[in-house]
T-cell receptor, first 116, second 114 residues
Framework: AQSVAQPEDQVNVAEGNPLTVKCTYS??????LFWYVQYPNRGLQFLLK??????LVKGSYGFEAEFNKSQTSFHLKKPSALVSDSALYFC??????????????FGTGTKLQVIP | KAGVTQTPRYLIKTRGQQVTLSCSPI?????VSWYQQTPGQGLQFLFE???????NKGNFPGRFSGRQFSNSRSEMNVSTLELGDSALYLC?????????????FGPGTRLTVT
């Protein structure tokens, strides 16, 4: 069964400092990996994805993520955090199920708090 | 291109009632997935529909059901509501080619069961 782990319930970072939100995954075959952000009382907004190609993926709002196959990780990063980045971040993976169709599995989410 | 729309945005129901939520996917997207989000359980997959057929199902009781219409719009129904069904219900539409996949979420329907 595929799974996603976000080991930190909350990450605190000072404004202007670099941020990292961690994600590791387990899936059969080659993974499709995603990051989403959720603001209070809103749906999930797509940030970026890894399908194939370069291990460093650039996304919306200055975020990027690095795919590491050997460590089965897909950490989200940003060089300089903004207060407006404070939100709930979800990592997700898409793999294969027994029926041959692929579903998306989400992590439990990491709350990012950027401190002014 | 319009995004994923969900109606209604907010809903208050009484225990024992039933409810129907609606989702209109992005134009051209044929797959619709439903998720339940609660503070305690996080984001839980309910089911996925593709071309009017359910092709994936999560671990929810039979009180939760869904369907998809020929125009890709989807509805989910919850019968005999329980207090624990109070949650944010998210719909996502997706599009896949041989080399890519994209999934976008709607704003959600906040269901409160009293």
């Amino acid at each position: 069964a595929q799974s996603v782990a976000q080991p930190e319930d909350q990450v605190n970072v000072a404004e202007g400092n670099p941020l990292t939100v961690k994600c590791t995954y387990s899936v059969s075959g080659n993974p499709y990996l995603f990051w989403y952000v959720q603001y209070p009382n809103r749906g999930l907004q797509f940030l970026l994805k890894y399908i194939t190609g370069d291990n460093l993926v650039k996304g919306s709002y200055g975020f990027e993520a690095e795919f590491n196959k050997s460590q089965t990780s897909f950490h989200l990063k940003k060089p300089s955090a903004l207060v407006s980045d404070s939100a709930l971040y979800f990592c997700a993976v898409r793999g294969s199920n027994s029926g041959g169709y692929q579903k998306v599995t989400f992590g439990t989410g990491t709350k990012l708090q950027v401190i002014p | 291109k319009a995004g994923v729309t969900q109606t209604p945005r907010y809903l208050i129901k009484t225990r024992g009632q039933q409810v129907t939520l609606s989702c209109s996917p992005i134009s051209g997207h044929r797959s619709v997935s439903w998720y339940q989000q609660t503070p305690g359980q996080g984001l839980q997959f309910l089911f996925e529909y593709f071309s009017e057929t359910q092709r994936n199902k999560g671990n929810f009781p039979g009180r939760f059901s869904g369907r998809q219409f020929s125009n890709s719009r989807s509805e989910m129904n919850v019968s005999t509501l329980e207090l624990g069904d109070s949650a944010l219900y998210l719909c996502a539409s997706s599009f896949e080619t041989g080399v890519s996949y994209e999934q976008y979420f709607g704003p959600g329907t906040r269901l409160t069961v009293t």
